[in-house]
């Protein structure tokens, strides 16, 4: 799961209940996983297609040209609508004809120092990108920022339009922290609080994510080093969460900052229900959106993320509104921030709420379905 996915799960169930018949063709995330069909509501299908492994984050699926030549052989769609970046997409370059395709394009193929894989690939991945573009009807962008920034869509502007991303309101209230028994919460706290010693009752900071170079979180380490003195948790796995850890035991904040990796639905709500603040300290653009941004905005929780050229971040929280925006790849600034929230009860207290309101406004996947259907029948 991820916030791709997340999005496209709830896009899907949301257009299925407006009455639209939806077909999800979508990679399996575990290798030695059969191709498989699953209905999960009468006008709603899913079909997993195996993969083999994974390379430079690519999913290798043998069997998708096939599964896409029946599927649209057979379900005959309306329209075909791409979620990019994805190498499984260009199998569609192969069609002369085909039906209303909209691309949605969540991110940019970014390549960087600690991506250089991705550097090497992206100029043959180019090629059959920007044809899938010229083959496209329309284009979908998550935010303005996002698509003036975007070296890729630079060219297209004239077939981009914007729908920021969105979550289900309905979805969120079934996974909601309502109560949980004693015993329950107890079990719980020891499993996420257990680098926590004495009262489990305090304020905290919340931040979640794949331990990933871009997500930041070594400067929220750095940040309790330089002056925060709240407790922070950081929930999610990745290939460096082992080197975020080793960070962490050598500056000696075992006793302040929980790493507890991965957690389920209901552990995870719980902690955005019980958090003082949520914080993205994402250092670059790769971090296109932030979808978890609106999950904690439900909660009504202020928002502390990073100015990051480019990102749609900018665009969910509003300084001095919902939350704090502060410079990227800076302990000093995330150190401020999380100290002023946790000291300022009334100002968490009042970013918290428009920050729902904000999501009510313009985040929901109900508002998103509907402009997506706009686009569809242009």
Same mark, same amino acid.
């Given at each position: 799961m991820g916030g791709m996915e997340s999005f496209m799960d709830a896009l899907a169930r949301e257009q299925a209940s407006n009455g639209h018949d939806i077909m999800v063709l979508a990679h399996w995330h575990q290798t030695k996983r059969p191709t498989e069909n699953v209905q999960l509501l009468d006008n709603l299908s899913l079909i997993r297609v195996s993969i083999k492994g994974v390379l430079v984050h690519a999913p290798m699926a043998p069997g998708m040209p096939g599964m896409?030549?029946?599927?649209?052989?057979?379900?005959?769609?309306?329209?075909?609508?791409?979620?990019?970046?994805?190498?499984?997409? %260009? %199998? /569609?370059?192969? $069609?002369?004809?085909?039906? +209303?395709?909209?691309?949605?394009?969540?991110?940019?193929?970014?390549?960087?120092?600690?991506? $250089? +894989?991705?550097?090497?690939?992206?100029?043959? $991945?180019? /090629?059959?990108?920007?044809?899938?573009?010229?083959?496209?009807? *329309? @284009? @979908?962008?998550?935010?303005? &920022? $996002?698509?003036?920034? &975007? =070296?890729?869509? &630079?060219?297209? =502007?004239?077939?981009?339009?914007?729908?920021?991303?969105? @979550?289900?309101?309905?979805?969120?209230?079934?996974? *909601?922290?309502? &109560? =949980?028994?004693?015993?329950? +919460? =107890? *079990?719980?706290?020891? +499993? /996420? %609080?257990?680098?926590f010693s004495g009262d489990t009752a305090f304020d905290f900071v919340l931040s979640v994510g794949r331990f990933t170079y871009y997500k930041g979180f070594k400067y929220l380490l750095e940040a309790c080093r330089l002056g925060f003195n709240g407790r922070l948790i950081i929930v999610g796995d990745g290939p460096l969460w082992r080197e975020i850890n080793s960070l962490r035991l050598s500056l000696g904040l075992t006793g302040q900052v929980s790493m507890p990796g991965s957690l389920q639905d209901k552990e995870l709500h719980w902690l955005l229900y019980q958090c003082s603040a949520f914080c993205l300290p994402s250092i670059e653009r790769t971090e296109a959106f932030g979808m978890v941004l609106l999950e904690a905005m439900y909660y009504k929780k202020p928002l502390i993320t990073t100015r990051v050229a480019g990102s749609g971040m900018n665009e969910v929280n509003i300084h001095g509104q919902t939350g704090l925006v502060v410079s990227p790849a800076s302990p000093h600034d995330l150190s401020r921030a999380m100290g002023y929230i946790l000291s300022q009860k009334k100002e968490a207290e009042r970013m918290g709420r428009n920050a729902r309101e904000r999501l009510e406004k313009k985040f929901t996947i109900s508002d998103v379905a509907h402009n997506l259907e706009q686009v569809y029948q242009v």
């Open positions: 896409l030549n029946k599927t649209l052989k057979n379900y005959k769609p309306d329209v075909v609508h791409v979620h990019m970046p994805n190498l499984s997409a %260009f %199998f /569609l370059l192969w $069609y002369k004809m085909l039906p +209303r395709l909209v691309i949605h394009w969540h991110s940019d193929v970014v390549g960087s120092e600690h991506e $250089y +894989r991705l550097k090497l690939f992206y100029p043959v $991945y180019r /090629l059959f990108e920007k044809r899938l573009i010229q083959k496209s009807h *329309a @284009i @979908i962008a998550t935010s303005e &920022s $996002y698509l003036k920034s &975007s =070296q890729a869509l &630079s060219d297209f =502007q004239n077939k981009c339009t914007v729908t920021p991303l969105g @979550i289900s309101l309905e979805k969120m209230k079934e996974l *909601a922290y309502t &109560s =949980q028994d004693s015993e329950e +919460r =107890q *079990a719980l706290l020891k +499993r /996420l %609080f257990n680098d």
